[in-house]
């Protein structure tokens, strides 16, 4: 495999290539025969199928031996996701991460790529195209921002974060914002400060592994409610995602009676 530094600028080029040529040209473009329902609200767009297969057969040459897991083949075939725990060296694409919204033309999008060795995320991606942002992070060498080291900042005293699911009661003590419904947005979000926690339903890997090592990076946690930590592999939720060292405040607050019922 090549140097981790060589391997971080050849995957970031790749995501600004297939950007450029794929995603960015059918942004506002879309015909309704262009648009697909995988589940009802699940929509699906010739940009990401066409994303997803260029970047899956770039990474093949870059790693043959690698394990190739994206969002669309996922769909295809479920059990691509058997091997994603146990490969010795692995890949996961979500060529478009918040479909929805590239649908309707909002800026709001990103395409995300996680690299893994042995189920432990080494190296993760989240490029915003039309926001022209990279994040990346690598294991142990922090997060980047188009090639910056970013810091979190906030001088909040009450809690702010955002819920893909009922919150109810909302706690005295939690401000709640609308989600951006797409995780390569609110990653980033989580990182820079605006928000201090997010809840999802599920924990997909292609929405979720990226992201998780930044977190990771950042001093915080990816992990369910109940303290059990967030596996290559998992689709269960709900799944909590906080940055820096207010887990315990956010756990504590958010376990009240009543306030996460449970997953259906």
């Known amino acids: 495999m090549k140097h981790d530094q060589t391997l971080a600028a050849e995957v970031a080029d790749l995501l600004k290539d297939v950007a450029e040529r794929i995603v960015i040209p059918r942004f506002g473009t879309l015909t309704a025969d262009q648009i697909q329902e995988k589940r009802p609200g699940d929509l699906v767009t010739i940009a990401d199928h066409q994303a997803e297969d260029a970047i899956a057969q770039a990474l093949s040459r870059l790693t043959p031996q690698a394990l190739i897991v994206g969002e669309e083949a996922a769909f295809a075939n479920p059990a691509i996701l058997d091997g994603l725990a146990q490969a010795e060296q692995a890949w996961c694409i979500d060529p478009i991460d918040g479909t929805k919204n590239f649908t309707r033309h909002s800026p709001d999008f990103a395409i995300m790529v996680a690299h893994m060795d042995n189920a432990v995320v080494t190296q993760a991606w989240i490029y915003q195209p039309i926001h022209a942002t ?69 924990g997909k890997p292609w929405d979720h592994l990226p992201g998780s090592l930044m977190v990771a990076e950042m001093g915080g946690r990816c992990a369910m409610l109940s303290g059990e930590s967030y596996r290559p592999g998992s689709m269960q939720g709900p799944l909590s995602v906080i940055p820096g060292d207010r887990w315990q405040e956010v756990r504590t607050t958010l376990m009240g009676p009543a306030v996460l019922p449970s997953h259906s």
């Open 134 to 202: 990279m994040y990346h992070a690598e294991k142990g060498a922090g997060v980047r921002r188009n090639g910056q080291p970013i810091a979190r900042h906030t001088d909040r005293t009450r809690l702010c974060g955002s819920a893909y699911r009922k919150i109810d009661p909302v706690p005295d003590q939690v401000d709640l914002k609308r989600s951006w419904r797409s995780c390569g947005i609110d990653y980033p979000k989580l990182l820079e400060g605006e928000i201090d926690f997010v809840l999802y339903r599920d």
